[in-house]
């Protein structure tokens, strides 16, 4: 009969739910914070620690490097401007004007300047009046009289001039490069046009990725070259004046949302301002072009630091469910010692108090017995007394013996209960001990329709335990069976055993078809004086003794049982009781040491 | 025929006046004492067959007072009376030279039965003497 499993109330199932799932709620809950706050705060403070350490690091480089191609750049211009110049005034100062005023020489000159690249469009030889020595180029100029143009005077004061772009008589944008000669009063000029075409290449020539672009402006902030995207040459220049502040520099320029010559927002900007001519070198890329790597590097770290977290997070969990898991294991069994400690210790000192309580009034009732003697001797010598009252008064001394004799009954229990003594061991084969006990117990079973089944498993081999006090408890629970079937005839105790290899033991059962114990009265069933019986039918000890036997012994005992059905006891011995075993069985209370048929059995139900 | 002299001691003056008349009553010639210096002093006045010696007793108890009585008459015949109902106790006295114990409350017939046997043994053994 398994009852366990239905309705039963071990009464040592583990007690991990007194403590409630509330309670390792917010242990978990507890648990988790700590986790998280030791191990995510100092992961999140290094993590973004070095994020922004990188962030402004790669900013820094980024920026470095994006003003050493501005200042790169303006070099590449300026050194093509200052090479253009050379060549010019390597022609005026190596070649007399009689001979440049030659179309023919000035054609050949024209084109060795231009045989590594078209860098000139045009080139002129003018005389200190503004006219036309010669002319080689597209344009129908030879004619034309510059004595009133800005570059005219400037190059016959300056001797070297570079002109920002202009339109002249062309009326096209471009620029010039014009060098003098003097020979004594007289001054020649030789001018040169700077293709723009060439040049605007020239000037665009950084690789700054999409959506960057560059330009030339003057100091005026007129556009010197066109720009990839915003305006166009001789325009206004896209930035202002204002935001150019120093010499060279870089900057994060803001555009205006409404302004809808930016394409883009925020652009990083660097410039720098061209020594001869003043014009001002502007190379600019939207900003998250230009930081779209350090942006990205940065976005992974980001990504493995959120993921660092979502791991420790996980972990965390697993790991705290894992410990509370661990902790309620711990409890359910801690709960369980201090129960068994908790019994042991009631069970100790009601031994102390029974075995007072027992000698205090074992003395009145010596007494009394000695009183009732007395008057049955006085009785004896008074032959005048009617017969009656002689009767009448017999009878009452009788009854007076008889309840003290049930009075001495319960008071030996109480002093068998406080008893402690050792256990004599050796060797039982359970089987054929059982055998023996129920062999003994049979004939009173019978006799009011009671059949035992049993279900030994066979090999259970021999093990050292106390035979006496083994017996003891086997009549105990074999005799609570019986009186259970009271008022519920003919019913069966079935008596099991098998062999607990995980615990290295063996396992009795005892079980009946009785009238159950209810729910209330489980819990308290190895209590001491604690009885469902009628009065004056137990003392409620005798469970109370068997558990603290097979305590002794170094085993467990577990109840379960259902109203109606009947009830299951469960022994656990091992096969190899401890040192420490014995010793306890100094400390728990038995039943003296007796025989089976002297006993008649401790019938009491607890 | 000499009647059979006991000694009974116990500090249940009920107990023991109560047992002293019902044991009179059945032909013993009963001493009845309170305590055990008292039960010592009187072993040195008078001799007894057999002697009812209670256990827990205030002062002298039972072992200690069985002691003495041992040591000044070896042959006197000891049954214990006590309320413990321990084996150990018992066995002790035993130990000690005690005929028997018997637990109390005990039926005075059983008591009676068990001095009779004491008073058995001590007249073989007096015999024997």
């Known amino acids: 009969m398994e009852l366990e499993q239905e309705a039963g109330v071990p009464i040592n199932q583990p007690h991990a739910k007194k403590r409630g799932e509330e309670h390792y709620s917010k242990l978990y809950r507890k648990f988790i914070f700590l986790t998280l706050i030791c191990s995510l705060v100092p992961l999140f403070l290094v993590g973004w620690g070095i994020y922004a350490y990188y962030s402004g690091f790669s900013k820094i480089r980024i920026m470095n490097y994006f003003e050493n191609q501005v200042e790169h750049h303006r070099e590449i211009i300026e050194l093509f401007l200052r090479e253009r110049t050379s060549d010019l005034q390597l022609v005026i100062l190596t070649h007399s004007p009689d001979y440049l005023q030659n179309p023919g020489n000035l054609r050949r000159i024209f084109s060795i300047m231009n045989q590594g690249s078209s860098f000139f469009t045009d080139l002129g030889l003018i005389d200190d009046k503004g006219n036309h020595l010669a002319y080689i180029g597209p344009y129908d100029l030879m004619d034309k009289n510059y004595s009133q143009a800005f570059w005219f005077k400037e190059v016959m004061n300056k001797g070297i001039y570079i002109s920002d772009m202009f339109t002249g008589f062309r009326k096209a944008p471009h620029f010039i490069i014009a060098v003098t000669r003097i020979e004594g009063n007289r001054k020649w000029i030789l001018r040169a046009s700077v293709d723009t075409e060439y040049f605007r290449s020239l000037v665009e020539n950084v690789k700054i990725g999409a959506s960057g672009e560059v330009y030339l402006s003057n100091q005026e902030g007129i556009l010197q070259t066109t720009p990839r995207f915003s305006g166009k040459i001789m325009g206004k220049a896209p930035l202002p004046i204002e935001f150019f502040s120093k010499e060279s520099g870089i900057g994060i320029y803001e555009a205006d949302n409404n302004n809808p010559s930016h394409r883009f927002p925020r652009q990083l900007v660097g410039y720098t301002w061209l020594k001869n001519p003043r014009w001002k070198l502007v190379v600019k890329q939207d900003y998250a072009e230009a930081f779209r790597d350090a942006n990205q590097a940065n976005r992974a770290a980001l990504i493995s630091l959120h993921l660092s977290l979502l791991i420790i997070l996980v972990i965390s969990v697993i790991s705290t469910r894992y410990m509370i898991n661990i902790i309620k294991k711990q409890d359910s069994v801690s709960d369980l010692l201090n129960k068994q400690l908790v019994q042991a210790g009631k069970m100790a000192s009601l031994g102390e108090l029974s075995a007072g309580v027992a000698h205090e009034i074992n003395n009145p009732l010596a007494i009394i017995l000695t009183e009732c003697q007395v008057m049955k001797d006085t009785i004896d010598d008074a032959p005048s007394l009617n017969n009656e009252v002689r009767t009448e008064l017999t009878a009452s001394l009788s009854q007076t013996e008889s309840q003290v004799h049930r009075c001495s009954l319960i008071t030996q229990s109480l002093l068998k209960f406080s008893r402690r003594s050792k256990s004599q061991r050796e060797m039982v084969n359970l089987n054929a001990f059982l055998e023996e006990v129920i062999g003994h117990m049979e004939g009173k079973a019978k006799g009011i329709g009671i059949q035992f089944a049993l279900d030994l498993e066979k090999d259970i081999p021999s093990f050292p335990s106390d035979p006496s006090l083994l017996q003891q408890v086997l009549l105990n629970l074999i005799n609570n069976a019986i009186d259970a079937h009271e008022g519920k005839p003919y019913g069966t105790i079935s008596i099991g055993t098998r062999t607990d290899s995980s615990r290295h033991g063996v396992e009795i059962t005892v079980s009946d078809t009785g009238s159950g114990i209810s729910p209330e009265n489980i819990e308290k069933i190895f209590d001491p004086f604690f009885t469902t019986k009628a009065v004056g039918k137990g003392t409620g000890l005798g469970l109370s003794i068997t558990y603290s036997t097979i305590k002794g012994l170094g085993g467990d005992i577990s109840v379960s049982s259902i109203i109606g059905k009947g009830t299951q006891f469960k022994i656990f011995l091992p096969f190899r009781p401890s040192d420490n075993d014995q010793e306890n069985q100094e400390n728990v209370i038995i039943q003296p040491q007796s025989s089976i048929l002297k006993s008649g059995a401790n019938n009491e139900k607890t | ?129």
């Open chain 2, 1 to 129: 025929m000499k009647k059979p002299r006991i000694l009974l001691v116990d500090d249940e003056m009920a107990f023991a006046d109560n047992l002293m008349k019902i044991l009179s009553k059945r032909g013993y010639d009963v001493i009845v004492v309170y305590n055990g210096a008292d039960a010592v002093s009187m072993i040195g006045e008078k001799e007894f067959d057999v002697i009812i010696l209670d256990m827990k007793m205030p002062g002298m108890n039972g072992i200690a007072t069985l002691k003495e009585i041992k040591k000044k008459t070896p042959f006197v015949e000891v049954v214990i009376l006590t309320g413990h109902g321990s084996v150990e106790s018992g066995i002790e006295g035993m130990q000690l030279g005690a005929f028997d114990f018997l637990m109390k409350p005990v039926k005075v017939d059983d008591l009676q039965e068990k001095v009779s046997e004491a008073y058995r043994r001590k007249l073989v053994q007096g015999k024997r003497g």
